[in-house]
């Protein structure tokens, strides 16, 4: 199982970024997938969520309505749009997969995590 995370950067607030998730075969078709970030002294977070199918996705208060998770079978792969970004977005995220069809919000119900991808939001 291989998670890679792309698409990080330096942004200034107000501004977008669209993080790449690209998985293994096995490890993307059998469940849902989900966004988590840890910033410095901080412990890891849940961002966001998606079902297997797609149709079901969860968000942490902090990024409704600004943030959007999305997946593309097809291709493998999990996305999260992130717009308006806020200085206190900046952290290193996450995406992690788990062998269910149904959304998590906790990083123990997760088996498989990429490297991590850095966003950094100046003011």
């Known amino acids: 199982a291989q998670l890679v995370e792309s698409g990080g950067g330096l942004v200034q607030a107000g501004d977008s970024l669209r993080l790449s998730c690209a998985a293994s075969?096995?490890?993307?078709?059998?469940?849902?997938m989900g966004w988590f970030r840890q910033a410095p002294g901080k412990e890891r977070e849940f961002v966001a969520a998606?079902?297997?199918?797609?149709?079901?996705?969860s968000y942490t208060d902090s990024v409704k309505g600004r943030f959007t998770v999305s997946r593309d079978n097809a291709k493998n792969t999990v996305y999260l749009q992130m717009n308006s970004l806020k200085p206190e977005d900046t952290a290193v995220y996450y995406c992690?997969?788990?062998?269910?069809?149904?959304?998590?919000?906790?990083?123990?119900?997760?088996?498989?995590w990429g490297q991590g991808t850095q966003v950094t939001v100046s003011s």
């Open positions: 998606i079902g297997l199918s797609g149709r079901i996705t």
């Open positions: 075969g096995r490890t993307f078709s059998n469940g849902a």
């Open positions: 992690a997969a788990r062998p269910y069809a149904n959304t998590g919000t906790s990083s123990l119900q997760y088996d498989y």
